[in-house]
């Protein structure tokens, strides 16, 4: 399996700041039609996770460009500028590349 | 939007069948994803079926256990759940495959498995 491991688990952030969440992939998440699918979700409480970033730097509809995607071969970088309340609760990496898919475990974000 | 259906409490070894409705016509164009997140824990991709329902894989924890199936004329996809155990309790999740990722979620339905 594609082992997805994320640093750090746990982001205190200052509001206004930015907030930086890493991705390092056993495999690289290549699939064989040439594309990286490598995914960022956001997941608050008691609420299904929602798509923010797909293949690697792309943003899904309505997500604020402060969320930007980057990295390639193995390490993934998801960046959260100017960071808002709202943006609190859990991202997951993901990879769509290989069976099984698999998840990050998560990195939780919360307000200092 | 996608809305799912099915959960409830079930005892080990007895079977569930989940339902996933699309209210978009383009349901038929889209390949599928089952997804689940145990309590307190993170996410696990369970299965994948494509668009014309051909092709379907499984996490190894499901496969011979899990079908998953859709139905295009009804914009419905199906997971047919056999031989539950307690290690499936969680909710249960479907989304849309779109560029190799699950754009759009349901709201999850709980399926707990206990004696």
């Known amino acids: 399996d594609n082992v997805m491991i994320q640093t750090p688990l746990s982001s205190p952030v200052t509001l206004g700041q930015s907030a930086s969440i890493s991705c390092r992939s056993s495999?690289?998440?290549?699939?064989?039609?040439?594309?990286?699918?490598l995914s960022w979700l956001h997941q608050r409480p008691g609420q299904p996770p929602r798509l923010l970033i797909y293949?690697?730097?792309n943003r899904f509809s309505g997500v604020p460009d402060r969320f930007s995607g980057s990295g390639a071969g193995t390490e993934f970088t998801l960046k959260i500028s100017r960071v808002e309340a709202e943006d609190v609760g859990i991202y997951y990496c993901?990879?769509?590349?290989?069976?099984?898919?698999?998840f990050g475990q998560g990195t939780k974000l919360e307000i200092k | 939007q996608l809305v799912e259906s099915g959960g409830g409490v079930v005892q080990p070894g007895r079977s569930l069948r989940l339902s996933c409705a699309a209210s978009?016509?383009?349901?038929?164009?889209?390949?599928m994803f089952w997804l689940r997140q145990a309590p307190g824990k993170g996410l696990q991709w369970v299965a994948v079926?494509?668009?014309?329902?051909?092709?379907?894989y499984y996490a190894d924890s499901v496969k011979g256990r899990f079908t998953i199936s859709r139905d295009n004329s009804e914009n419905t996809v199906y997971l047919q759940m056999d031989s539950l155990r307690v290690e499936d309790t969680a909710v249960y999740y479907c989304?849309?495959?779109?560029?190799?990722?699950?754009?759009?979620w349901g709201q999850g339905t709980l399926v707990t498995v206990s004696s």
């Open positions: 989304a849309r495959r779109n560029n190799g990722s699950p754009d759009y």
């Open positions: 978009d016509s383009s349901f038929s164009s889209y390949a």
């Open positions: 079926i494509s668009y014309h329902g051909t092709n379907k």
């Open positions: 495999q690289s998440p290549v699939h064989s039609d040439g594309n990286t699918y």
């Open positions: 293949k690697v730097s």
């Open positions: 993901m990879q769509a590349a290989q069976l099984p898919h698999t």
